[in-house]
């Protein structure tokens, strides 16, 4: 019965506006064919220094397993970074300004998981504007880096534009239909981004974007990514992403974040699923 009450308040139809609708449509039949490409000189070169200076890895303290993969990874790739303290939702005492963060449907039906993912991104982006630096590569620990992604990362970054807010390095919606337009040859527009948070860089004008205008997130399904994906549709959050892809999410790794209606995930023996 939860699963159906959630269904129902979730259906995308009346989530949408009539522009959000038509632009949808509009997409759905251009993508029979594929969007131009622009050449790789639409945009003059810049140090990856300009878009961020950190690197950080949400990680539960716990989850020494995923802990030492990411280090191995990250030494392999010779990427500096920091663990980030990931919040657990089933856990944690939320304070009254986190429960603030959430409408009444949201903390009905989200999951602890996906309440603590939220609020780990959120202090991520907290913490970002606060240090005052120009921004931050966020890696969640099942962020799945091959050998190419520091290369390729440095060779791409020069085509991102400099007024973005949010730049997804993957996501699970790349999708002909689900891009808006190429702004360069690796570089595209989102419409609707929402299947992962695992891999983005946020600059600082960025995070400061998503503090204002991403709160009380009012969902009855998916989590953080989908409230993101949201702000990107409405055209208020300057996001682009990478394609090819530079990474993906391990869906095999067991996680401590259910999410019923999304993409199945194996569950860690210290989560229970939701009814």
Known sequence: MIR????????????????????????????????????LSAHPPRDEARF???????????????????????????LPFTFFEAIHGRSARLSPSDERLFSPLAKRYLSPGSIGCALSHVRVWQQTVE????????LEDD??????FAEDLRRWLPEVPPDFDILFLGSGKTAPGDIRRFVSQHVFEPFYPRE?????VVSARGAKN??????????????IDTAVGKLVRQR??????????????????PSNVPNPGGKAKVLDEREETDG
């Not at 009539?18 to 622009?38: D, G």
């Not at 962020?143 to 190419?148: F, V």
């Open 4 to 39: 159906i009450k959630r269904r129902l308040l979730n259906l995308w139809l009346l989530d949408y506006t009539l522009p959000q609708l038509w632009e949808w449509i509009r997409l759905k039949v251009k993508s029979r064919k594929a969007p131009p490409i622009p050449s």
């Open 52 to 78: 961020f200076d950190r690197i950080v890895v949400i990680s539960l303290p716990f989850r020494t397993d995923r802990r030492e993969d990411v280090r191995r990874r990250m030494s392999r790739l010779q």
């Open 131 to 138: 240090r005052g630096g120009v921004g931050c590569l966020v």
């Open 143 to 148: 962020a799945l880096l091959p050998d190419s």
């Open 196 to 200: 992962g948070m695992y891999a983005y």
């Open 210 to 223: 998503l503090l204002t205008n991403l709160f009380p997130i009012h969902l009855a399904n998916g989590g």
């Open 236 to 253: 208020r959050l300057r996001a682009y992403h990478f394609l090819p892809v530079l990474c993906r999410a391990d869906l095999a790794s």
